[in-house]
């Protein structure tokens, strides 16, 4: 069952990310190198577990209080999907075209 505040929320937060963070992506980004490193670092630790410890991985949370468990996180299998949606991010930036310019100088006639 689908809540109406769930859906309201969801295109709040859309429109969020429309307005301030894909603006200012495209405007001067420096992700990239952000994103290459997590992609790297994430693919090289778990390459170095697989390698090191007899094929098993080595770096999770366990995240829970009490009885209530929320799962299991790979820490190098998050670093390389933050790192996949900071391109992905870019990609949509750059799609979406440049945005105005933000002066507030009057136009020339």
Known sequence: MRFASE????????????????PRASQSWLG???ALAL?????????L??????????DFLNVGIGS?????FNLADMAIMAGALLLVLKK????????PPSSTAPPRP
């Not at 859906?7 to 894909?22: D, P, S, Y």
Request: aromatic letters at 4%.
């Open 49 to 58: 577990d697989r390698l090191l410890y007899d094929g098993r991985v080595t």
């Open 32 to 34: 990239a190198p952000v």
């Open 7 to 22: 859906n309201q929320g969801h295109k709040t937060t859309r429109a969020f990310v429309r307005q301030t963070l894909l």
């Open 92 to 99: 949509r930036a750059s799609a979406a075209g440049p945005s």
């Open 68 to 72: 209530l468990r929320t799962g299991i």
């Open 39 to 47: 992609l790297a670092g994430g693919g090289t630790s778990n390459l």
